[in-house]
């Protein structure tokens, strides 16, 4: 074969919901060719430098000095730290000048369109996004090996990307020095802490697992929060205009940017992410034991929603991980869902199915009914803000990520 013929479509797009998807969504036919997916391959082996170098600051710097240095920038601007570090000033000199390209009336009309689904969101972002990445193998294994018990952080790490989401999807907080701006480079220092965890580690292979915490996987995790949040809210029955896809992804993009993923990677249209997703699909989903081991923990994190409830506790939990595990098996397909060892139960698939049936019936109603997107807007509002009170009365959320850089240091 030519390096400039196309390739064969990838096994992942081929089955489950993403076939689906692939025929009612995809800009045509978006595979890539060997010298196209020779030169995404070498981003592999790329990380973030202006990270890397602040980390390195931040590890020579007396305990606790560095991150109150990051944290007052972050806060105020770089120009408000008095003779700020070289790698410090470079890190926020480079994020603090916004690119031509932000325009913020979009950023919130994307945020605007996210917040309209309310908490239905919450089910592709946990049963596609964080699920579907565990089938990439080689961006799993920082996760493992920061030596953090699976099973036991897993509830933390689903409270905390949720939280996170919550905070960089919310309209205004991508705005300089507000929270989700904030949100999303604390992340990006997270990514270089592992790394340089990751780095240090004797048994690193990098041979198979390429570099720690990569470009390549970086961008893959922006994109299963983009076109495969937006993808997996469509299948579920939410009706999106062409101007809400397109702000969504504008905001992600933005996100993107902020968290390091390199100008000539980070996809700048809906189409420019299914080409990408290709990419990804074709080289890295390549799952294995360890997929399967963070699967089982994240079905273990929503079967605690029955905990110290008895026997209803029992039923709720139960109900929980089928229809979660359902989501996932409707979108991944069987082939992936039995690999990941994920529950197959034919009557939850179908009330997942008459849900979205459901909601696409209700969408439709609302987007001729004058008022009714606002409305929906303000109870989408109303609901998340409700479900973030209830995590922080349940768990302590901690916003400057400074356990993830402990556990990484």
Avoid: C
Wanted: a negative charge.
């Amino acid at each position: 074969m030519s390096i400039d013929e196309r390739l064969p479509e990838p096994e992942f797009l081929r089955t489950g919901g993403f076939r689906l998807a692939t025929r009612l969504y995809a800009p045509g036919d978006v595979r890539g060719t060997r010298r196209q997916l020779d030169a995404f391959r070498e981003y592999a082996q790329t990380a973030d430098p202006l990270a890397d170098d602040l980390v390195a600051l931040i590890e020579r710097l007396p305990d606790g000095e560095g991150r109150a240095l990051f944290e007052r920038a972050l806060a105020d601007g770089i120009d408000a730290v008095p003779d700020p570090p070289a790698e410090l000033a470079a890190f926020f000199r480079q994020v603090e000048a916004t690119p031509y390209w932000v325009d913020h009336a979009r950023i919130d009309a994307g945020a605007r369109a996210i917040v309209r689904t309310g908490l239905l969101g919450l089910f592709p972002l946990g049963d596609m996004a964080l699920m579907g990445g565990y089938l990439s193998s080689r961006a799993t294994k920082p996760l493992v090996g920061t030596g953090a018990l699976i099973e036991d952080m897993a509830p933390k790490r689903l409270v905390e990307t949720t939280h996170w989401w919550l905070d960089v999807t919310t309209p205004g907080a991508l705005r300089t020095h507000e929270h989700g701006y904030a949100s999303a480079l604390r992340v990006r220092l997270v990514h270089a802490h592992v790394r340089a965890a990751m780095n240090r580690r004797p048994d690193w292979d990098y041979d198979a697992w390429d570099r720690p915490v990569n470009q390549i996987q970086t961008v893959g995790t922006l994109l299963l929060f983009s076109l495969v949040y937006v993808l997996g809210m469509q299948l579920l029955g939410v009706r999106y205009t062409d101007d809400e896809r397109a702000d969504i992804h504008h905001l992600w993009r933005y996100v993107g940017w902020l968290m390091g993923v390199d100008d000539e990677l980070l996809p700048a249209t809906e189409d420019d992410s299914w080409r990408l997703l290709w990419l990804l699909a074709t080289s890295e989903f390549i799952p294995d034991d360890d997929s399967k081991r963070l699967a089982a923990a994240l079905l273990a994190a929503h079967e605690g929603v029955g905990e110290g409830r008895g026997a209803l506790g029992t039923v709720l939990a139960q109900l929980s991980v089928r229809l979660h595990g359902s989501v996932s098996r409707l979108v991944l397909g069987k082939a992936n869902s039995d690999f990941l060892g994920l529950p197959n139960d034919p009557i939850a698939q179908g009330a997942v199915l008459a849900g979205a049936a459901a909601n696409f019936a209700a969408e439709s109603v609302r987007r001729v009914l004058p008022g009714a997107t606002a409305v929906q807007e303000r109870i989408g509002e109303l609901g998340r803000a409700q479900y973030r009170r209830r995590l922080g009365s349940v768990f302590r959320i901690d916003r400057t990520y400074a356990r993830h850089m402990r556990t990484a240091a």
